[in-house]
């Protein structure tokens, strides 16, 4: 099966360009510092932008600081050429010499240096980030230099530039954090059939590398595609967490891992989180919120009628797709895998997958409501859950409420009806008041019609797909 895929990596990252080029076209020098998940789109943002401008991109490898100041010297003498005699050879004893010499070069004219997995420095040489901050408090302000410091690792970035204790606390003037596609721009990147792309995004969600190995794993059957990707030996994604987390979070890594294990198979409160992992509650709250506030990993959440400052209702969720999927089919059968199981993990993934995606299309139903035109505006949009009973997605002011049930099938009429009814019965239990709508969300409703003339809110996966442009 053919499909089609954006042929390159840049992609509608237009905001983020057009922030680059206003910060190029101030006077004197800015410290940029560009971050987000690995296989976002970072490299190929900032070499977009380096397109008609003197610059250096540089890449920050693990390796020994003499091969490294051999290879930016090169791409230094390579981006400089028609500036420099053609007798002049560039040497430099030390990376600090190399980047005092492009300060003292850009005041006659605009330069922009690109250090990409800027974060390398940390065990290249540590020191560095301490030169940079003297070199850039010294000679920034005479200097004409846009600095980009491209970063994979969310924690680290932050603790380098955030952390009161590091030399470089301070000293960034802009941030760009990078985020995966939405489900609507990775749709219109990946064009395959809609009900196979909601089960696909679920577990890839919208990382611009990952949907492109869709170019060579989709072959129209969900199940076998996930195999290709995830679960085979030689998969390309099966280390994928291990991966990218790994050095995220250092030694700790698997109290995080069991963590994040839990949350993707539905533990999600701090006591259950703490049961199923047996790790102490506080042990778990200092983890939990490292994980929210600090890597970014984690959301939290709360009845969407209720005060965030003073309810103790709190749930936890993955934020990233990807990383949902990989804790809870990959990660969780890591043993299965590794002792080539492979059937008993395929049998998880057909038995608990549709489930899983029903979750997934809960999240999308929310972030689909957000956007339409309900005929008020919402101050607030989420989900409700009070003893038991929920409600997949609430969107109310003081006027005004709109209740929702999701559901990842096909409802026929008499079901639709059903499941209406007991949206309403759930709706007299929400503390709100003002006029009620209730309504559906799923992949396909029979009838669908004939419940919007009776007053009901009914819509279907054409409809989400189908967003107008500026909705987006």
């Known amino acids: 099966m053919v499909i089609y895929l954006v042929g390159n990596m840049f992609y509608d990252r237009e905001r983020e360009l057009k922030k680059l080029n206003e910060i190029y076209s101030r006077q004197g020098s800015s410290f940029v510092v560009v971050y987000g998940r690995r296989r976002v789109g970072k490299t190929a943002l900032v070499r977009e932008f380096l397109k008609g401008k003197l610059g250096i991109y540089l890449f920050v490898g693990e390796k020994d600081e003499a091969l490294l100041l051999e290879d930016f010297t090169r791409e230094v003498e390579m981006a400089l050429s028609s500036y420099l005699p053609p007798?002049?050879?560039?040497?430099?004893?030390?990376?600090?010499?190399?980047?005092?010499?492009?300060?003292?070069?850009?005041?006659?004219?605009?330069?922009?240096?690109?250090?990409?997995?800027?974060?390398?420095?940390?065990?290249?040489?540590?020191?560095?980030?301490?030169?940079?901050?003297?070199?850039w408090d010294l000679k920034g302000e005479d200097s004409n230099v846009v600095l980009i410091a491209v970063g994979s690792y969310?924690?680290?970035?932050?603790?380098?530039?955030?952390?009161?204790?590091?030399?470089?606390?301070?000293?960034?003037?802009?941030?760009?954090k990078l985020k995966p596609f939405d489900f609507w721009r990775a749709y219109n990147f990946v064009n395959i059939p809609a009900r196979d792309f909601v089960e696909i995004f679920s577990a890839l969600g919208g990382m611009p590398k990952y949907l492109l190995y869709l170019r060579h794993y989709y072959n129209g059957n969900t199940i076998e595609t996930l195999r290709s990707l995830f679960f085979d030996e030689l998969s390309p994604l099966r280390e994928e967490g291990f991966n990218v987390l790994k050095l995220e979070f250092g030694?700790?890594?698997?109290?995080?891992?069991?963590?994040?294990?839990?949350?993707?198979?539905?533990?999600?409160?701090?006591?259950?989180?703490?049961?199923?992992?047996?790790?102490?509650?506080?042990?778990?709250?200092k983890y939990l919120s490292e994980l929210t506030n600090h890597y970014e990993y984690l959301g939290k959440e709360v009845p969407a009628t209720e005060d965030p400052r003073k309810t103790r209702k709190v749930s936890y969720f993955i934020r990233d797709e990807f990383f949902n999927f990989w804790f809870r089919f990959v990660y969780h059968n890591i043993q299965y895998l590794e002792e080539g199981e492979i059937t008993k993990v395929l049998n998880d993934l057909r038995e608990n997958f549709p489930a899983f995606v029903g979750k997934e299309y809960e999240r999308i139903g929310r972030e689909f409501i957000r956007r339409i035109d309900l005929g008020f505006s919402p101050l607030r949009v989420g989900r409700w859950w009070h003893k038991g009973e929920e409600i997949d997605v609430i969107a109310?002011?003081?006027?005004?409420?709109?209740?929702?049930?999701?559901?990842?099938?096909?409802?026929?009429?008499?079901?639709?009806?059903?499941?209406?009814?007991?949206?309403?019965?759930?709706?007299?239990?929400?503390?709100?008041?003002?006029?009620?709508?209730?309504?559906?969300?799923s992949r396909e409703v029979e009838g669908k019609e004939e419940l919007r003339n009776c007053g009901y809110l009914v819509f279907d996966l054409n409809d989400i797909v189908y967003i107008p442009p500026g909705k987006l």
């Open 87 to 135: 007798y002049v050879r560039l040497r430099f004893s030390s990376l600090e010499e190399l980047f005092e010499f492009l300060f003292d070069f850009s005041r006659d004219i605009k330069l922009v240096i690109i250090l990409d997995e800027f974060q390398n420095f940390r065990s290249v040489k540590p020191s560095l980030f301490s030169s940079l901050q003297k070199l």
């Open 154 to 176: 969310v924690g680290m970035m932050k603790r380098i530039f955030m952390d009161r204790k590091e030399p470089l606390f301070g000293r960034v003037d802009e941030w760009i």
């Open 251 to 285: 030694r700790y890594y698997r109290s995080y891992f069991s963590i994040l294990e839990a949350v993707s198979l539905g533990y999600v409160t701090p006591k259950e989180i703490s049961d199923k992992t047996g790790l102490k509650i506080l042990t778990v709250g």
């Open 396 to 441: 109310y002011n003081e006027e005004k409420v709109a209740l929702f049930e999701v559901k990842w099938s096909d409802l026929s009429k008499a079901r639709a009806k059903r499941l209406l009814r007991d949206l309403e019965r759930k709706g007299e239990l929400v503390p709100l008041r003002g006029e009620r709508v209730y309504g559906l969300i």
